[in-house]
């Protein structure tokens, strides 16, 4: 596995994390659609990094932006969310990203959403920590619920396994 880091986000990331919501496979697992470029960049401008309650990283892994990983309020819980460019997947970055977020994201809990069918992103989450507590439908997709409790230890890691991403609102 390439040497995984967690950094700030500068404009030219936006173009990056553009062409990764892109990916038809990714966005087959997260059941997330893409936007186009002028709505995605007005959404990361206006909505994600003009609001001082979130906090994003970049994924850099083997000196490359691999995706993002971020946490939000969702009414009065706090979430999380993480993309990954398909090439990163399988290779332990997404678990080793979220595992440097939780060290600099403090609030507990912390909850996160992914697609139902989304297992490989199901796993990341559970060996971060994270507990299944529910079930959310919107139409006909299922969403499963996860929370991080207070003082909940990491699961052991398992570099090998790779996820796709969970969504970023």
Known sequence: MSEVLLRDLVEADLEVLYEQQR??????????PARDREPFMTHWRTKVLADSANHV??????G?????????WRDDRRFIGYWLGQR???????TAALRLFLRRERIRPLFADTFAGNTASVKLLQRCGFRQVGTE?????????????????????DDAAGAAPATTE
Request: glycine share 14%; net charge negative; aromatic share 10%.
């Open 64 to 72: 490359a932006v691999a995706g993002s990983v971020m946490a939000w």
């Open 137 to 157: 439908h919107e139409g006909d997709l299922e969403f499963v619920v996860l929370m991080l409790a207070d003082g909940a230890p990491p699961a052991a890691v």
């Open 57 to 62: 990283q970049i994924v850099v892994a083997g």
């Open 88 to 94: 990163f997947w399988g290779r332990g970055i997404g």
């Open 23 to 32: 990916e038809e496979e990714a966005v087959r697992r997260a059941q997330f």
